[in-house]
Nanobody, 114 residues
């Protein structure tokens, strides 16, 4: 049974930081590309960042230079370090396997507000 469980969301002030984690089970994590997505109210879900099995990364333009995606194959976990947060980053954040099968976590809420 595949499980992806996100954690680390919460309420943070503008300019603050959060670190999201996505713990996985039921997949061969070390050979699986992973992605972080987000969905704000009334908007479509969008890719935030992706990390390949080899560690190559891709970022949405809106988060380049502020967010860092990383993976720990020993812990079967992918992370998203989010810095310099602003209210536009408020959304539910989801991790997802990036093929050959797509599995989603249930998400964690990030709210950036003063």
């Amino acid at each position: 049974q595949v499980q992806l469980v996100e954690s680390g969301g919460g309420l943070v002030q503008p300019g603050g930081s959060l670190r999201l984690s996505c713990a996985t089970s039921g997949i061969i994590f070390s050979i699986t590309a992973m992605g972080w997505y987000r969905q704000a109210p009334g908007k479509q879900r969008e890719l935030v960042a992706r990390v390949s099995r080899g560690g190559s990364t891709v970022y949405a333009d809106s988060v380049k230079g502020r967010f860092i995606i990383s993976r720990d194959n020993a812990k079967n976990t992918v992370y998203l370090q989010m810095n310099s947060l602003n209210p536009e980053d408020t959304a539910s954040y989801y991790c997802k396997t990036e093929g050959p099968f797509d599995y989603w976590g249930r998400g964690t809420q990030v709210t950036v507000s003063s």
